[in-house]
């Protein structure tokens, strides 16, 4: 059984910086497009970042673009979200995930959930103003 197993959140003043990791327990997930999700408090999980197994093709929400980047070092089977001049805004539980198909490129539905069958377990980011 895959396993995602993240880290990297905490609490951290608006403005500030974060990186969150995501390792993959299996080496052919080095082959498939992985995302990065959101979900606050009282709201649906959204779509924050995805990045093609290539690494060259991204995409992002429209809400992060310009302050995160997506990344993935496929050598150690980790993905990353790097995150800079955060807001109040962004506090959410972060999850990282992995399609399990393989393609070039992203895809259609690289932000639908419908897209990504393996999730990791979720690490909180607090902004605080």
């Known amino acids: 059984q895959v396993q995602l197993v993240q880290s990297g959140g905490g609490l951290v003043q608006a403005g500030g910086s974060l990186r969150l990791s995501c390792v993959v327990s299996?080496?052919?997930?080095?082959?498939?497009?992985m995302s990065w999700w959101r979900q606050a408090p009282g709201k649906e999980r959204e779509f924050v970042a995805a990045v093609s197994w290539t690494g060259i093709q991204t995409a992002y929400s429209g809400s992060v673009k310009g302050r995160f980047t997506i990344s993935r070092d496929n050598a150690k089977n980790t993905r990353y979200l790097q995150m800079n001049s955060l807001k109040p805004e962004d506090t959410a539980v972060y999850y990282c995930?992995?399609?399990?198909?393989?393609?070039?490129?992203?895809?259609?539905?690289?932000?639908?959930?419908?897209?990504?069958?393996?999730w990791g377990q979720g690490t909180q980011v607090t902004v605080s103003s």
């Open positions: 299996d080496a052919t997930f080095s082959t498939y497009a």
């Open positions: 995930a992995s399609a399990n198909r393989n393609q070039p490129d992203l895809g259609g539905d690289y932000s639908r959930t419908s897209a990504y069958p393996y």
